[in-house]
């Protein structure tokens, strides 16, 4: 998969996983692992990516007596949702395009 393509995917997963409640990092990655594997590094990644373009924002909190990072999604981040579902239509659009002639020859 071009990782252009991939890179998009995943943020946008990260941002439909803390959508309706803020979240840590390991409960991100057991919300995402019946739908697909993500690394720590890589989730962290995309975290630190999704924070510097004003998408989610980040708090602090203790829990158990150690620090843990909340991550909330802004109005970019839910504008961006939103943008990745009308996308989604034409590339739906596009992929139907494509497999045609598979699906006359099948």
């Given amino acids: 998969m071009d990782i252009q393509l991939k890179r998009g995917l995943l943020d946008v997963c990260v941002l439909a996983a803390i959508k309706d409640e803020d979240s840590y990092g390991y409960k991100i990655i057991k919300d ?13 990644t995309i975290l630190k990516r999704l924070e510097s373009a004003e998408m989610l924002t980040v708090r602090t909190a ?45």
């Avoid at 692992?33 to 993500?38: A, C, D, F, G």
């Avoid at 829990?63 to 109005?75: E, M």
């Avoid at 943008?83 to 045609?100: A, G, L, M, N, P």
């Fill in 32 to 44: 995402m692992k019946p739908y697909l594997e993500l690394s720590e590094s890589t989730l962290y």
């Fill in 62 to 106: 203790e829990h158990d007596g150690r620090l843990r990072k909340y991550y909330h999604i802004t109005k970019l981040g839910l504008n961006r949702l939103d943008e990745f579902r009308d996308d989604w239509k034409e590339i739906i659009s596009i992929y139907r395009f494509i497999t045609k002639e598979d699906n006359l020859n099948g």
